[in-house]
């Protein structure tokens, strides 16, 4: 069967399974759950998966599921992933009451187009066609959130890190695949949407902060407190002073939130905890930026008397999309969605541990405009079901077909041609290096 027929075929398959995947994403939407906890959302990729015959493996970070589609011969394997977790925004009208969760990240939707292409490779019975392997991954823990119950779990063992890929890539869960692809929706005001190949984006590193100074009467005796509070409004204010010292080409950002900034206000707070990232465009920035923060959040202690403890962990690195993939993905999303509604944008500013993974193996991250409001907003909401539920799988699918037909040779010339920065043995000891408080 020629390219061109397996590809129709697979889009007919697609848009026969059209309103499977529209119910699919609408279930996993109206239960969201948080990273590492996200059980009953596992349990619903793992039923589809074994409805269609397939094999699953389960456990992989807590909650990822994984199978594997085997074609005439397995020359190479590509994955495609979807994220099972939520995030938190409790003024979304669909949030979870309990918990905050929202799926106004879209992972609902990713989900969706992960199962679309598995739920087409079967129906179209394709895979006797292609020289490859396609690996269908359900993957935990994207949004790096709940910093503070996360440690917790790397404190009793259960997980060595933060993100999920992260825990994954530790766990050797892509020893088996030489390239990894996936879409992430995004809102966009072009009616027909719009799909974008996907940019560089920056890494980043957590950061746990405590102040710490004494109590003592806010209005009695305030000479014999120190002020943790006023510790940590300096800190902040310190690294506001120096953001004049990051570079453009850096996208440099700090953005940290107060967990907790005292107790009852006639009490001088003596304890003052702080979360944040450092993030930018890459290592070498994030090193000596994070640095320089450093220095100016323990300055605010200083400043007072009191002091300051810095716990830095181990963040996303920055992604880097493989070039000669990325253009297999912008030929078939021109075929789809127009030329004329394909592009690329400059450099994200946000980080996705896709960037970790793009540092092992060839991968590729666009961002499909589907959806109106904001990435992460209140006002998020899914407004083209065409571009999320169709087009979008329709181009991932004719790109895994481009890259294992033909004895794989497309999939064969990226592998060959890509560099790895890190083995999974140097990436632990990476980001195990960051958690001792090595400098990088």
């Given at each position: 069967m020629t390219r061109d027929a397996l590809k129709q075929r697979v889009c007919e398959a697609i848009r026969a399974r059209r309103s499977d995947i529209e119910a699919i994403a609408a279930n996993i939407f109206s239960e969201p759950e948080l990273g590492y906890k996200e059980q009953?959302?596992?349990?619903?990729?793992?039923?589809?998966?074994?409805?269609?015959?397939?094999?699953?493996?389960?456990?992989?970070?807590?909650?990822?599921?994984?199978?594997?589609?085997?074609?005439?011969?397995?020359?190479?394997?590509?994955?495609?992933?979807?994220?099972?977790?939520?995030?938190?925004?409790?003024?979304?009208?669909?949030?979870?009451?309990?918990?905050?969760?929202?799926?106004c990240c879209g992972h609902h939707i990713q989900i969706a187009n992960m199962l679309a292409v598995a739920w087409a490779f079967k129906d179209a019975g394709i895979m006797n066609e292609l020289d490859g392997d396609v690996v269908f991954f359900a993957v935990p823990a994207e949004e790096y959130v709940e910093i503070d119950y996360r440690s917790k779990l790397r404190e009793a063992g259960t997980i060595r890190y933060l993100g999920g890929k992260q825990q994954l890539i530790a766990e050797g869960a892509f020893d088996d695949v030489d390239m990894a692809m996936q879409m992430h929706a995004h809102p966009t005001a072009n009616p027909a949407g719009y799909y974008?190949?996907?940019?560089?984006?920056?890494?980043?590193?957590?950061?746990?902060?405590?102040?710490?100074?004494?109590?003592?009467?806010?209005?009695?005796?305030?000479d014999k407190g120190i002020n943790a509070l006023n510790a940590a409004m300096l800190g902040v204010m310190g690294v506001n002073a120096i953001r004049e010292r990051f570079r453009e080409k850096d996208y440099v950002r700090?953005?940290?939130?107060?967990?907790?900034?005292?107790?009852?206000?006639?009490?001088?707070?003596?304890?003052?905890?702080?979360?944040?990232?450092t993030r930018a465009a890459s290592v070498e920035a994030l090193a000596a930026c994070n640095k320089d923060i450093n220095r100016a959040l323990r300055a605010g202690a200083d400043a007072v008397g009191a002091t300051c403890e810095i716990k830095d962990l181990p963040g996303y690195l920055p992604l880097r999309p493989d070039e000669t993939l990325r253009g297999v993905l912008r030929a078939n999303a021109e075929a789809v969605f127009g030329a004329q509604n394909v592009g690329i944008s400059e450099h994200n500013a946000?980080?996705?541990?896709?960037?970790?993974?793009?540092?092992?193996?060839?991968?590729?991250?666009?961002?499909?405009?589907?959806?109106?409001?904001?990435?992460?907003?209140?006002?998020?909401e899914l407004d083209n079901t065409d571009a999320a539920f169709e087009k979008s799988p329709e181009v991932l699918a004719m790109t895994i077909i481009d890259l294992l037909c033909d004895n794989a040779a497309l999939a064969q010339s990226i592998c060959s041609s890509f560099k790895p920065v890190l083995t999974r043995e140097s990436y632990c000891r990476f980001l195990d290096d960051i958690a001792a408080g090595k400098d990088l």
């Open positions: 009953k959302t596992s349990a619903k990729v793992k039923k589809i998966f074994e409805e269609m015959g397939q094999t699953c493996e389960t456990g992989w970070a807590i909650t990822g599921v994984k199978t594997r589609m085997k074609g005439a011969r397995s020359l190479k394997t590509v994955a495609l992933l979807g994220e099972l977790d939520a995030i938190v925004c409790r003024e979304h009208p669909h949030a979870d009451p309990a918990t905050g969760a929202a799926h974008n190949i996907g940019a560089s984006s920056n890494g980043f590193i957590g950061k746990l902060i405590t102040y710490r100074g004494r109590a003592a009467h806010a209005a009695g005796s305030p700090f953005h940290p939130i107060i967990n907790a900034g005292g107790d009852l206000v006639n009490v001088i707070p003596d304890y003052v905890t702080m979360e944040s990232y946000g980080s996705t541990e896709m960037g970790d993974v793009s540092h092992i193996m060839p991968v590729v991250h666009p961002w499909v405009g589907c959806v109106k409001g904001v990435l992460h907003g209140a006002d998020f």
